[in-house]
T-cell receptor
Framework: DTEVTQTPKHLVMGMTNKKSLKCEQHMGHRAMYWYKQKAKKPPELMFVYSYEKLSINESVPSRFSPECPNSSLLNLHLHALQPEDSALYLC?????????????FGDGTRLSIL | AQSVTQPDIHITVSEGASLELRCNYSYGATPYLFWYVQSPGQGLQLLLKYFSGDTLVQGIKGFEAEFKRSQSSLNLRKPSVHWSDAAEYFCAVGSGGGADGLTFGKGTHLIIQP
């Protein structure tokens, strides 16, 4: 069982819809991450939150809007997505931000844009 | 910039045979290296991590890895594979400081023959 929980597991949405992906961890970790993974590709970093503050935005389009309401929760708000945004979205957490800490991943949300 | 290379896109191994997956890194300082496994439809599970110290690192599920600085490598090994080991394996490198995420290799797809 994963210690990082992502909901929903699957999401199908039209290009004009607004939806949100949710991620929760109860390990006391202070860093949380969003990655995007296309089929047969490695995960690509989108955002990093450290102590509930956005510390890295890897030039992600504004149609993706992250939010960290508290240290256990991470949301990704979606609006006006494009078909090429269809992918597996993975959330991860680590004790502290930075590449020295192993990251724990959720099972992801598989997103399909019609 | 840090990078990771996994030279083998696919590897096929017979059940019960030994396994070695290759990973080469490029990083200016002491690397923080990780091996993750991803089964279909799931997130990434941490197999092991290397920070410093002993060059042989033990992980979960019977995996181990040997760090060789002279070859800039952290190769993943298992003495005897099981059918359940069929999955995608990613090597990743983290930076020593800052609030970065991980940089992943392209992955190696492991196929187990009966």
């Amino acid at each position: 069982d994963t210690e990082v929980t992502q909901t929903p597991k699957h999401l199908v949405m039209g290009m004009t819809n607004k939806k949100s992906l949710k991620c929760e961890q109860h390990m006391g970790h202070r860093a949380m991450y969003w990655y995007k993974q296309k089929a047969k590709k490695p995960p690509e970093l989108m955002f990093v939150y450290s102590y509930e503050k956005l510390s890295i935005n890897e030039s992600v389009p504004s149609r993706f809007s992250p939010e960290c309401p508290n240290s256990s929760l991470l949301n990704l708000h979606l609006h006006a997505l494009q078909p090429e945004d269809s992918a597996l979205y993975l959330c991860a957490s680590s004790q502290e931000a930075g590449g020295v800490q192993p990251q724990h991943f959720g099972d992801g949300t598989r997103l399909s844009i019609l | 910039a840090q990078s990771v290379t996994q030279p083998d896109i696919h590897i096929t191994v017979s059940e019960g045979a030994s396994l070695e997956l290759r990973c080469n890194y490029s990083y200016g300082a002491t690397p923080y290296l990780f091996w993750y496994v991803q089964s279909p439809g799931q997130g990434l599970q941490l197999l092991l991590k290397y920070f410093s110290g002993d060059t042989l690192v033990q992980g979960i599920k019977g995996f181990e890895a040997e760090f060789k600085r002279s070859q800039s490598s952290l190769n993943l090994r298992k003495p005897s594979v099981h059918w359940s080991d069929a999955a995608e394996y990613f090597c990743a490198v983290g930076s020593g400081g800052g609030a970065d995420g991980l940089t992943f290799g392209k992955g190696t797809h492991l196929i187990i023959q009966p």
